[in-house]
């Protein structure tokens, strides 16, 4: 099993910036690839970024490529979520999710293990 805890969400500005810190305990030598989703109320989990665990690909939304980036830091256990130039409809709750198998998929029902997930605010 991995456990996986969420921390850095919080209230910011439009046009800020935030980093999203997820921080993986367990069978952490098992992880092959880990990813960001969020979720806001009524709507279902969407994908945002994830990363191969040895770090060499990675993948991102439309909707977020330019302005996020993923990465990882293996001695750590931790992988992050740097966002910038934020708008109003980055507004979610965030979620870190891994995987044991090889791939990056864009389906939350292909992640094995998710956090409790952090909030992050963007005001106008």
């Known amino acids: 099993q991995v456990q996986l805890v969420e921390s850095g969400g919080g209230l910011v500005q439009a046009g800020g910036s935030l980093r999203l810190s997820c921080a993986a305990s367990?069978?952490?030598?098992?992880?092959?690839?880990m990813a960001w989703f969020r979720q806001v109320p009524g709507k279902e989990r969407t994908f945002v970024a994830a990363t191969t665990w040895s770090g060499g690909a990675t993948y991102y939304a439309d909707s977020v490529s330019g302005r996020f980036t993923i990465s990882r830091d293996n001695a750590e256990n931790t992988v992050y979520l740097q966002m910038n130039s934020l708008k109003p409809e980055d507004t979610a709750v965030y979620y870190c999710a891994a995987r044991f198998t090889r791939g990056l998929p864009a389906t939350q029902r292909e992640w094995r293990f998710w956090g409790q997930g952090t909030q992050v605010t963007v005001s106008s």
């Open positions: 367990g069978r952490t030598f098992s992880i092959a690839a």
